[in-house]
């Protein structure tokens, strides 16, 4: 399987209500990143998190880091229908060259 | 404002027919990549360029070549496309160095369509 998985593959709530996503890999990273994708475009960066990091906050968003489980979650609080897109995560195993993504959470925020 | 423009949003193109997709960058970011995005499936890297060094992935098909002429310009070259190269092509950069934060910034993509 792949560096950077991520459960769920899709989820639909509604709006006002959190969404919680997460990503597992499996070799030690540099640092963990969360792109958004809207439908047919290019992927936007949310936020970086450094191996060192337990917790980062950015806006509605917040990402831990558990190294340990070589896992990370993002939370995205009172969702609203705009962040309807997909999600993915991506790691950085030696700082200054690639990202290898995660096959992507498809989130839905009905009105 | 500085960003990542690809061009153009939407190829077609013929079973075998060469095509080139391009890539321009306003922000001076010294790493340049070429990913391909398939339905549903995540970004794969195919290459990047650190200034003018070529990376190409192990598993990048030889069908597939880059061009980075200067800082600003990277093309993607699919000498012989075939249907399994339908996808969405996308471009991204970054600033590398020391002390610089990881970010990849990307284009909007080129969706490319084999006939």
């Known amino acids: 399987s792949q560096q950077g998985e991520e459960d769920p593959q899709a989820l639909s709530i509604q709006e006002g209500e959190n969404a919680t996503m997460n990503c597992s890999y499996k070799?030690?990273?540099?640092?963990l990143q969360w792109y958004r994708q809207n439908s047919g475009r290019g992927l936007v960066h949310l936020i970086l998190?450094?191996?060192?990091?337990r917790e980062k906050h950015s806006g509605r968003l917040r990402v831990t880091l558990d190294t340990s489980k070589k896992s990370s979650s993002l939370l995205i609080t009172a969702s609203r229908a705009a962040d309807t897109a997909s999600y993915f995560c991506?790691?950085?195993?030696?700082?200054?060259?690639?990202?290898?993504f995660g096959e992507g959470t498809q989130l839905t925020v009905n009105p | 404002d500085a960003m990542v423009i690809q061009n153009p949003r939407y190829q077609v193109t013929q079973f075998g027919k060469p095509v080139t997709l391009s890539c321009s960058q306003t922000?001076?970011?010294?790493?340049m990549y070429w990913y391909q995005q398939k339905s549903s499936q995540a970004p794969k890297l195919l290459f990047h360029?650190?200034?003018?060094?070529f990376n190409n992935e192990a598993d990048t098909p030889d069908n597939f070549q880059s061009r980075r002429p200067n800082t600003s310009f990277c093309f993607l070259d699919i000498r012989s496309p075939g249907l399994g190269d339908a996808a969405m092509y996308l471009c991204?950069?970054?600033?590398w160095g020391r002390g610089l934060t990881d970010t990849q910034y990307f284009g909007p993509g080129t969706r490319l369509t084999v006939l």
């Open positions: 991506a790691t950085d195993q030696t700082s200054g060259s690639r990202l290898t």
């Open positions: 070799t030690s990273i540099n640092n």
């Open positions: 998190i450094r191996s060192n990091e």
């Open positions: 922000l001076n970011h010294n790493v």
């Open positions: 360029y650190y200034d003018k060094d």
């Open positions: 991204a950069t970054k600033l």
